[in-house]
């Protein structure tokens, strides 16, 4: 194909298409996966407690870094006397 003609339709990626990449969570799916509110979802985040990638207004979460952040304690606290 020369590289001045566009490609044909059957070649051209289908932007509709949802694609299915398992080692990535949307905030719902994480707050599902952690048990919790997608806004507090989104603190943790904003707080840098809870590592996450923006593309345009959304956030997308790695599953590693949710199982990760479900292994440290959250909210640490005083400790019980």
């Known amino acids: 194909m020369s590289p001045h003609l566009s490609p044909s339709v059957s070649e051209q990626i289908d932007l509709n298409t949802k694609l299915d990449y ?33 593309v345009g207004k959304t956030y997308f979460l790695r599953h590693a870094d949710i199982l990760e952040f479900q292994t440290v304690d959250r909210n640490p606290g005083k400790p019980k006397e």
């Open 22 to 54: 398992p080692e990535v969570r949307s905030v719902a799916q994480a707050a599902n996966l952690l048990n919790i509110g997608e806004s507090l979802v989104r603190r943790y985040i904003r707080q840098g407690r809870l590592r996450a990638y923006r």
